[in-house]
């Protein structure tokens, strides 16, 4: 069974960082490209930055292009997603998910407030 | 940048009607490999998103069959034949495609029943 565990969120100051994991089992992680999707409060879903399976491939969204770096490593199956230069409007619930968005993990708050 | 555009935003229905809810974009979605990729999400109140259908018509695993897609080019639509207490949420249109391993969601249709 594919599942994906998002960690690392929690509360952050304007202007810090966090850095966010996603643990990935029940498949061949280095064989999938994979994805951060966000969902602020009350709203919808965001694309927020892609990988490819090797890692070679990285994509972001103009919204946090140069802030934020996605990595992953495929020989402890995690995912990554490195928040630099928060601001209050990345609060959102982060989730990660395998490239065709078919399976998802439960997300991580991420609230970015003084 | 395309723009995907659901219609209605919500929609009140009786427990057994069916429901439709539209999905405009604002280019064709046709791949240069012929496909597209045109995928339905439902995501119930609390819980992550989940795939029901990719490529236009494409049931993922696990999906009753009372949900339906169709559609081609820039136009398309989910169906739910007869809705169930289960169906309560919010469905997303997105389309994946523009550029490889990103995403645009539609502005999400709350299902929710008379």
């Known amino acids: 069974e594919v599942q994906l565990v998002e960690s690392g969120g929690g509360l952050i100051q304007p202007g810090g960082s966090l850095r966010l994991s996603c643990a990935a089992s029940?498949?061949?992680?280095?064989?999938?490209?994979m994805t951060w999707v966000r969902q602020a409060p009350g709203k919808g879903l965001e694309w927020v930055s892609s990988i490819s399976d090797s890692g070679a491939g990285a994509y972001y969204a103009d919204s946090v292009k140069g802030r934020f770096t996605i990595s992953r490593d495929n020989s402890k199956n995690t995912l990554f997603l490195q928040m630099n230069s928060l601001r209050a409007e990345d609060t959102a619930v982060y989730y990660c998910?395998?490239?065709?968005?078919?399976?998802w993990g439960q997300g991580t708050l991420v609230t970015v407030s003084s | 940048d395309i723009v995907m555009t659901q219609t209605p935003l919500s929609s009140p229905v009786t427990l057994g009607q069916p429901a439709s809810i539209s999905c405009r974009s604002s280019?064709?979605?046709?791949?240069?490999?012929?496909?597209?990729?045109l995928s339905w999400l439902q995501q119930r109140p609390g819980q992550p998103p989940r795939l029901l259908i990719y490529?236009?018509?494409k049931r993922f695993s696990g999906v009753p069959d009372r949900f339906s897609g169709s559609g081609a080019g820039t136009d398309f639509t989910l169906k739910i034949s007869r809705v169930e207490a289960e169906d309560v949420g919010v469905y997303y249109c997105?389309?994946?495609?523009?550029?490889?391993?990103?995403?645009?969601f539609g502005q999400g249709t709350k299902l929710e029943i008379k």
């Open positions: 280019q064709s979605l046709v791949n240069s490999d012929g496909n597209t990729y």
């Open positions: 490529k236009i018509s």
């Open positions: 998910a395998r490239v065709t968005l078919a399976h």
């Open positions: 997105m389309q994946a495609t523009q550029f490889p391993f990103s995403y645009t």
């Open positions: 029940g498949f061949t992680f280095s064989g999938y490209g």
